[in-house]
Structure formats: C-alpha cells, structure tokens
C-alpha cells in the first residue's frame, strides 16, 4: 500500500455500520468507505450546497421545509455538474484499490453515494435555515 493510501485510510477512519460476512460488497464498500469519507466531508459538503443555493436558488432560504428537502433532492438528481462535482469530492479520498473496486460496479455505488449525501444533507437542512438568520 502506497504511502497516500496509508494516509487516507488513517484520516477517513475506520467503518461506520456494521460489516459481516453476510454484507455483500456493496453494502461493505458503503461502510467502510462512503460513510466514513461522508463523514469527513460534510461541512465542505454543507458549504458546496450553500454555495450553489447562493447561485441558483437566492429564495431556496424562504422555501417551507418540505419543499427545501424536494429542492435538496432534485438539485442533486436533475444538475449532473453539480452530482459529478460532489461524486468528485468522494471519489478523490478513495485509495488506489478502493478505486479499482468501485469502478467494476461504478453505477450502483454512484447510487448509493448521491442517495447518502442527499439525505445528509436533508437530515441537516436546519443548518441552512440558521445559516441565513
């Protein structure tokens, strides 16, 4: 394992979520790696959404919650610029073997990715409510 490599695996830190031998490998890619490294990006993550909220949606901070969370959701789905820019923010902390590995099933982890950092997001949405006041 290359000296970057060591790096990033000791700064992501360990699993979040249970791994067992019953975990497929998807599953197992999630915990060890997306969640961990979703973990260490929030607050960019947090401040990317702000920032493009800032360019492109000046009334996002006047929405009721629920169309909030819609907004939040679709930004993601629909804007493929801003998917790849947050998909490059994780896949950027991945080690050389966690690359090879996502790319044999890229598109269901991309799932899997884009689907946790838009209900991280949601679950914080308070921060940008307070972040305005």
């Not at 909220?53 to 909030?68: G, I, L, M, P």
Request: hydrophobic share 40%; net charge positive.
């Amino acid at each position: 394992m290359s000296a970057r490599d060591l790096f990033i695996h000791d700064f992501r830190g360990d699993a979040i979520g249970t791994v067992s031998n019953l975990s497929t490998s998807e599953e197992a890619f999630q915990n060890q790696i997306l969640r961990p490294i979703l973990k260490l990006q929030n607050d960019l993550l947090l401040d990317v959404f702000r920032n493009y909220v800032s360019k492109y949606k000046n009334d996002f901070n006047s929405y009721a919650t629920e169309k909030k969370l819609q907004y939040i959701e679709n930004s993601i789905q629909k804007d493929i610029k801003f998917r790849n820019s947050l998909k490059g923010m994780v896949i950027g902390l991945f080690t050389v073997d966690e690359y090879a590995e996502y790319i044999k099933n890229s598109s269901r982890l991309n799932k899997r990715m884009m689907n946790m950092v838009i209900e991280r997001l949601k679950d914080q949405v308070l921060l940008f409510e307070q972040a305005s006041a």
